[in-house]
C-alpha cells in the first residue's frame, strides 16, 4: 500500500467504513481490514513498536505462512 495521508478501513464485524482508522474499531471493538480499490484486503493497521522503535500505526498483512509488516 501507498503511504497516504488518507484511508479507509471496514470493521471485520459490522462491515462499517471508517476514515483514517488505526486499532480496534469503535463500533465493535474489532479489528478493521484496510480498504484497497472499495474492498477489505488483509491489512490492518495497529499501533505497534517494531524493534523497540516509537509506537506508530503500522500496517500488518495477516494471511499466508508469514505475517508481513510493511
Do not use: H, R
Amino acid at each position: 500500500m501507498k503511504k497516504e495521508t488518507e484511508f479507509w478501513v471496514e470493521c471485520n464485524v459490522c462491515k462499517q467504513q471508517l476514515k483514517n482508522w488505526t486499532g480496534s474499531t469503535p463500533c465493535c471493538g474489532s479489528i478493521a481490514y484496510l480498504v484497497e480499490n472499495g474492498k477489505a484486503t488483509n491489512k490492518i493497521s495497529l499501533f505497534a513498536s517494531i524493534n523497540d522503535g516509537e509506537i506508530k500505526p503500522t500496517i500488518i498483512e495477516l494471511g499466508g505462512k508469514k505475517l508481513l509488516i510493511i
